[in-house]
């Protein structure tokens, strides 16, 4: 075989092979549009996830590496940059981008929340800070700031300091208060990957936060912590909504079932 053949054969395996795995991910779309992410598989919606990283080639070789490394998709997104880059195939603007993904997620969320600016019940303040903070894993605060009409007018997220005394700190708090001009504020922060139920340093960090508000004029309405099983509300001393897994939902229905005979 000459060269113009080899030229030749060379092209033509490399746009069947381009066909092959076209067909494949206009599969892997309609699967997931048909079906829905939920009944996917977790190796089929990574692999579907990294069709968008990657425009070309096959993905499936990855999805499976990134998966033997990181168990799961949840922990493929939320790995870090440098992580990442240790699996074969992905280089520094492939990871970057996977990276950023939660961020999109994390955009999306404040971006909806932007515009329920009116608390009317203080549930209302739970579905916001459950949704700003239930799936970050760095340990987040947000602050809220509300008018006497119960109008959300400013809101700031801080990173946690653990060598702080406290979850914020004061000047965080009094920097926030000063630019806010609030008459009233509202904290949580976040437990990943742990209970809701606040520690014993939460508990000494309310009352010093309280304190501290008094002495700048300020009403502290509640401090909250989104834990993976729900949201607990420091003033209230009490889980204001507890989240369910699947199991429990099951275990949950067979009961009333049950009751219900």
Known sequence: MDTKENVKAAAGSAKKKKCIHD????????????????????FQVLEYFLTYIFPRGDVNPLAHRLLDKFDSFTHVVEASVQDLKTVDGIADRSAKMIHMFCELFYYFTESKMGKKCVVKHKLELV?????????RTAETALLLALSP?????????VTIDRNNEVSISFLEIGNFLASSKTSTLVIAHGHPYGSAMPSSSDLESYEKTSEFCKTCGVHLLDSYIVGEDGVYSQADKKLLRKYYDVADLKSAFVDAANQAN
């Open 127 to 135: 579905d916001i800070v459950e949704d700003l903070l239930r799936f």
């Open 23 to 42: 067909g494949h991910r206009a599969r892997l779309t309609d699967l997931a549009i048909n079906a829905g992410l939920e009944n996917m598989s977790q």
């Open 149 to 157: 009409a119960k109008v959300i007018t400013h809101r700031r997220k």
